[in-house]
């Protein structure tokens, strides 16, 4: 079923501020954790756990992250599971590859390059034919 107006416009408002929540969050996390290395020992998991309760953009990015399916929720009352979902993941990994190679100047290889741009091509094919709606 097909349905158009302000409902469906709030639905694809909520699930990109869903998108933005989940891709902030996620990054405010990184960038607290960023220098912490690869280490597994008990000594670097505490460090890990004790800046995390104790920085506040860890703890902004925990809230972020944790109301993301929230927005994500009243997406879905709206959209169907089977478009709304695939956008919310390909909008949250496309976000989080621009702000690693933004921000955090990770390498930009082809192939992440390659993937990103098929991720956007994916979600865009399943966006064009139409935002069908349930309910």
């Known amino acids: 079923m097909r349905k158009s107006g302000s409902p469906v416009i709030a639905a694809w408002g ?5 998108i933005v929540m989940d891709a902030a969050g996620v990054f405010l996390i990184r960038l607290v954790v960023r220098d912490l290395g690869a280490g597994l020992d008990f000594d670097a998991f505490v460090d890990l756990v004790s800046r995390v309760l104790t920085s506040p953009l860890a703890i902004l990015g925990g809230i972020l992250f944790a109301l993301s399916p929230l927005a994500m929720a ?6 169907d599971l089977s478009l709304a979902y695939p956008v919310k993941v390909g909008g949250t ?3 989080i590859a621009a702000l690693s190679a933004l921000v955090l100047a990770e390498p930009v290889t082809w192939a992440r390059a390659l993937g990103v741009g098929l ?7 399943i966006v064009e034919p139409g935002a069908e709606t349930t309910g």
């Open 14 to 18: 909520t699930l990109a501020l869903g």
């Open 93 to 95: 990994f496309v976000c």
């Open 74 to 79: 009243h997406g879905l009352s709206r959209l």
């Open 119 to 125: 991720i956007g091509i994916g979600v865009w094919v």
